[in-house]
Structure formats: structure tokens, C-alpha cells
């Protein structure tokens, strides 16, 4: 198999603070473990992709009888941001991290199909085809092919679905993003999006989106509610459009060779536990957010649900970025991720004619 390496740039500076912090928290593992796992995760505490790890742990330590042994590093303690946390699980000094689709984008460009606006039209659709076997597993396949070390273990949530939250005035429509200044991560399809409704896209790190809110550096977002309340971003967004663009997927990784060396039994109950952990990531956010926009009301916030021929209009004025996307990354991945969601369309279908 060949090996594509990730970008190495940070990895000899990560290496000591691994090390290092490693060092420091072995009286926090099993040491009676056969095998030791390090999982990272770039949020804190309070997110859904710690309750996930934290479930992925106590089910593969305790269906394991003790032989698997695993150590959370939460809030980016190891390496702080997606580029340095690849590397450090290609070089398996962490054996297990997560990603959204724009983390994703610099290794794998194509997987920023799962981002096209509006391919989602709902979770039901959205959790069908993010676990479908004809998408998740040529995803896995793709991955292993270009680097050799990542191996996709499921998808998840993180956060709930993308919308858009802004500090001035109400978008309705997609004329009234004309203008905006949106903050976006540094991913080509989001930055898209925006310039698709005549906004201006503003790439911002996420630990200086709050700064640039209050500074007026952007003047709206691209997040879920529980996001924006987690890090008190509604002291300065007042309004929120649900035109649910993206479904906020995060996927989990873990290096191929740690995977491999576990014996076949170890390997079924680490799939097994990456399931839990895709339940629970998966419902956490639709549970909280109940709390997150209650209290966005609260404090001054307005909530607005465009009408369903508001919606069409935001979906029009996205197409072209299927076309956008097509001649910068080819069809197939986009027709892979269409197949899927056309399927579950069809299943779930079927479930309603069933209990007519």
C-alpha cells in the first residue's frame, strides 16, 4: 500500500509535548492493559465529542475484561489543531481523533461532498446515509488508500447542523446575506456558499471567533445553537436563520496500524464501541440544543424557520456549487454521497407507506 504523508511540519515540534504529557497521565491508564490507546478530541468537556469518547471507554475497557486501555486528552492537550493532530495519528503517537469535513478537507478535498448545502434534507436522512455502508466504507477505503494509517471507524455529530446566525440583522432570504461578512472555516465549499448569496466569507479560527464578533471582523457565522451558547457567541449574534445548510458531521479516525494489531475479537468490540459513541454523539446535540435555544431566547435572540418557499430559494441559490464543486473535484464523490442519500430517501419512504 502506498503511503501518502500528511503535512510534517509541526510533527518533531508535537512529538516532547506528547511525550511529556503522556509521561505525565500513565497513572490515569490501565497499565494491566494489553493494548493502550490514546483518543483525542479538540473541544472540551461540555461537548458531545467527550461524552462520545467517554462512552467508546467504558465500553471497549470493560467488554475487553481490562485488555484495551484507553486515555481521553480533551481540549486539544496533545496537538491543537486538525493539521498536527493527523500527523501525530499517522505517526501513531495518538491512536484515535476526529474530524469535521473541513478538518478533513486538506488531506481529502473530495470529502467536502458531505458539505454540498442542503444535500441533507433531514436527520433521519443525514444518520442514514452517514451510516451506510456504499459511503462510509469507500470513504474508508479512500483514506487507507492515499495515507496508509487512517482507517474511519464511524460518523458522528458534532454540533447539529449549520446555520445561519448573524449580530445585525435577520437573513430570511438568500439576497439578505448580500454583504455579510460570515465567519467560515477555512474550507473552499463553505467559503462558497457564502459568495453564492453575494455574502463575503471571512476564514477565522474557532478560538477567535468570539474577538472577531465583538470587533465586527464578521458580522454572522456558520454554526449550530449549541456551539454558539457553549462559547457565549450570543453576546453579540442576535439573530439565527434554521436553513439547516449542512449537517455538521464528525468523523472518527483511528491509526490502521493500532487497529491491526489488536487481535480479531478486540478489533469486533472496538466497532462495536465506535458505535455507541456514533449514538451518543449523534443524540447529544439534538438533546441540548433544546436547553441552547431556549436560553438564546433569553438573552435577547430571534429565532427564525424560513417558509418552505424561503427554503427553496436558499437551495437554488446553491445549486451552482454542485457545478462548482464537480469541475474542482470530479462527480464521483458527490455521486457517491447523492446515492446514499437517495437511497435512505427511499427507505425511509417505504417506512411511511408501511404503517399506512
Given at each position: ?148 494509517d487512517m482507517r474511519l471507524m464511524t460518523i458522528g455529530n458534532t454540533g447539529g447542523w449549520r446555520n445561519f446566525a448573524t449580530t445585525k440583522k435577520q437573513i430570511k432570504t438568500p439576497g439578505d446575506v448580500e454583504g455579510v461578512k ?175
Open positions: 500500500m502506498n503511503k501518502t504523508p500528511l503535512v510534517k511540519t509541526a510533527l518533531s515540534a508535537l512529538m516532547p509535548a506528547i511525550l511529556a504529557t503522556g509521561l505525565a497521565t500513565t497513572a490515569l491508564t490501565s497499565n494491566a492493559a494489553d493494548f493502550e490507546f490514546n483518543i483525542v478530541h479538540l473541544s472540551n468537556t461540555s461537548d458531545e465529542d467527550y461524552d462520545g469518547a467517554v462512552v467508546l471507554k467504558d465500553y471497549v475497557e470493560a467488554q475487553s475484561n481490562g485488555r484495551i486501555g484507553i486515555t481521553i486528552y480533551s481540549g486539544g492537550q496533545l496537538c491543537g489543531n486538525s493539521t498536527e493532530c493527523l500527523e501525530a495519528l499517522g505517526a501513531n503517537l495518538i491512536q484515535v481523533f476526529n474530524t469535521t469535513t473541513g478538518g478533513l478537507s486538506a488531506v481529502f478535498p473530495e470529502i467536502q461532498a458531505l458539505d454540498i448545502p442542503y444535500m441533507f434534507p433531514s436527520d433521519r436522512v443525514a444518520e442514514c446515509a452517514l451510516n451506510s455502508h456504499s459511503l462510509t466504507g469507500a470513504i474508508r477505503e479512500e483514506l487507507l488508500t492515499r495515507t496508509g460570515v465567519r467560515t472555516i477555512n474550507s473552499p465549499i463553505q467559503m462558497e456558499l457564502v459568495k453564492s448569496m453575494g455574502g463575503s466569507p471571512t476564514p477565522v479560527p474557532w478560538p477567535e471567533v468570539y474577538t472577531s464578533l465583538a470587533t465586527g471582523l464578521v458580522e454572522g457565522s456558520k454554526n449550530g445553537i449549541t456551539d454558539i451558547m457553549g462559547m457565549k457567541f450570543n453576546e453579540h449574534i442576535k439573530y439565527m436563520t434554521l436553513d439547516g445548510h449542512a449537517y455538521m458531521a464528525s468523523l472518527w479516525w483511528m491509526n490502521n496500524d493500532a487497529f491491526n494489531a489488536m487481535p480479531e475479537d478486540l478489533q469486533h468490540i472496538m466497532i462495536d464501541g465506535f458505535d455507541a459513541l456514533r449514538t451518543v454523539t449523534t443524540v447529544m446535540p439534538k438533546r441540548r440544543q433544546i436547553e441552547a435555544y431556549n436560553e438564546f431566547k433569553k438573552s435577547g435572540g430571534t429565532i427564525y424557520a424560513p417558509t418552505a418557499e424561503e427554503k427553496k430559494q436558499f437551495q437554488a441559490a446553491a445549486a451552482p456549487i454542485r457545478d462548482w464543486f464537480t469541475k474542482q473535484y470530479g462527480a464521483k464523490w458527490l455521486d457517491i454521497t447523492q446515492s446514499a442519500v437517495n437511497a435512505c430517501e427511499t427507505q425511509i419512504e417505504k417506512g411511511y407507506v408501511a404503517q399506512k
